[in-house]
């Protein structure tokens, strides 16, 4: 089933339920933002058209704020340069067959070289394309009304909304200043990635990620502050536990200590585990505790469909 889930692309991270309604909120209020705006420019038979292509905005704005995708450039840049090469497609080439579909893959270049990439620009290409008749007659005045206009109202809206909350502050500039300020790098955080490190790897991948450079540093602060290099014990081992090597992607692994044997002096003679998930599993497999204690990185529990580690139970 994990392996379908991966396949499928199925991401299993735990948000709260405030964060979820909050986003509905937020999306309420920003697509009512964008009605009245387009009522007012196009009247209310054709303004559907333009607010489908803000509803998929208002997904990122307020579902996924930190996302590269979600930021004020990528919002006004890709509906913008999308409108203006949608009407001209438009307007140049006679037949709908092949203006719709060159109007979305010009904007689609043209938003990866202007560094503004937004997949709802996508649809506002395609609705200058096809439209119909009252957004056709706007020519070039669709870039600024509605578009434009209901650019700027969604995205205003999405500003002052995320004020209200603190983890979730608009755009991703503004939460790092006000994050920066509230606490510094803890003095037993892994050492800083630089610049350049976060570049060369993004590159190596060869694709646009959607999340932005401040926050794979604030994840990577969050993941290693104030956890050390400190080995487990072969005496803190005990028997039923489960402990993880720590270690990423397909490397990681979970045992589960079936038994602790001794010798006749009572000194730990080798440990009997279990792979239980990740790398090896499922499998038995033996050890010497050294050999454990030098593969374990910590123990850890399960929640829910999760594992945690057992410090952070108290957190």
Known sequence: ???LFDILGIEWREVSHRERIVSALGAF?????VVLTSRYFLGDEDS???IASMGASAVLLFAVPHGALAQPWSVVGGHLVSALLGVTCSLMIPSDLLAAPLAVALAVGAMHYLRCIHPPGGATALVAVIGGSEIEA????FVLTP????TLAILVTAILFN???EWRRYPTWLYQRLAVKKEQLSSESYEAIAHEDFVYALSEINSYIDVSENDLLRIYELATRSRQNRRLSP???MSGHYYSNGKPGDAWSIRRIIDISSDEAGRDDGIIYRIVEGEGAPSNGSATSAEFTRWCRY???REGDNWRRVEDKSG
């Open 29 to 33: 209020l920003g697509i009512a933002a």
């Open 235 to 237: 005496d803190e081992l």
């Open 299 to 301: 123990e850890v529990f």
């Open 48 to 50: 559907y058209l333009v």
């Open 1 to 3: 089933m994990k392996t």
């Open 163 to 165: 004020l209200f909350f």
């Open 138 to 141: 706007l020519g070039y005045q």
């Open 147 to 150: 578009v434009l206009a209901n």
